[in-house]
């Protein structure tokens, strides 16, 4: 008799364990956007992304600067996603945690009108 209340509860412990490991959430990812390509065009590298709700997306300066991202007006609180301040030096890096999904069009003030434009798909 011992040794089956033993093994129940062995067996309660391992199923418990089991539903605690699959009730845990992943945890978020962090995507890296290149502003500037390696082979120095002006474009952002990838210039589209899809990520999860909770992921966060971290833009790094490569080549030549300066270089900012400014979302879409469409967008909602593209204001206070935007980071305006121009990045300058090789490496420097902003990120945003994405919490709502949907289209985040953005562009880069200064290269604008070259298409240095991406996009963020929230899923």
């Given at each position: 008799m011992r040794k089956l209340g033993v093994l129940l509860g062995s067996l309660a412990v391992i199923l418990f364990g089991s539903i605690a490991l699959v009730a845990t959430p992943a945890l978020a990812d962090t995507v890296v956007v290149k502003m500037g390509t390696d082979s120095g065009m002006l474009a952002f590298e990838p210039a589209e992304v899809r990520i999860k709700v909770g992921d966060t997306v971290r833009w790094v300066n490569n080549k030549l600067a300066p270089h900012n991202v400014v979302f879409d007006s469409s967008v909602k609180n593209a204001d206070k996603?935007?980071?305006?301040?121009?990045?300058?030096a090789p490496g420097e890096s902003f990120e945003i945690k994405f919490t709502d999904p949907g289209v985040y069009p953005y562009y880069c003030e200064p290269h604008r009108g070259a298409g240095m434009i991406g996009k963020v798909i929230v899923e």
């Open positions: 996603l935007s980071h305006k301040a121009l990045a300058f």
